[in-house]
């Protein structure tokens, strides 16, 4: 299942939104405002927003071009990609790419939640 966030534009430089990207606390402040839980660790985070599971991810990859979330869990196999380019000094394109292997079931009952928090976290990104 790969869903697709809208490209958006960022008033911050590709080096800042990395340098933000790279701590897990820093997060936090683009969850929704379902958010119930959030805890950071070392390399990345986990969080519950109402009416979910809990769900953890670890900071797999941060580079000039992009951010890469994994699943920390080995039962739900996603990540969450972010893709930076840079468009002026202080502005950055954003679009964020969710890829997941999931059962037909868990498919069908993941799907309208996943493409709101990917709505939502796109919506908290382009107020940065």
């Known amino acids: 299942m790969n869903l697709e966030g809208r ?3 960022v008033n911050k430089s590709a080096a800042e939104l990395k340098q933000m990207l790279e701590k897990p606390e820093d997060y936090r402040s683009l969850m929704p405002d379902t958010l119930q839980n959030f805890e950071s660790r070392d390399n990345g985070f986990k969080f519950s927003l109402k009416g979910m599971p809990e769900i953890a991810l670890t ?6 071009n992009q951010v890469v979330l994994k699943s920390a869990s080995s039962s739900l196999d996603f990540s969450l990609r972010g893709v930076m380019n840079p468009v ?15 059962n037909p079931f868990i498919k069908m009952m993941v799907e309208k939640p996943l493409k709101t928090f990917l709505g939502t976290l796109t919506d908290n990104i382009e107020k940065l």
């Open 59 to 64: 900071i797999d990859e941060v580079s000039e």
């Open 88 to 102: 002026s000094e202080n502005q950055t394109e954003v679009q964020l790419l969710f890829e997941g292997k999931f």
């Open 7 to 9: 490209k958006i534009t």
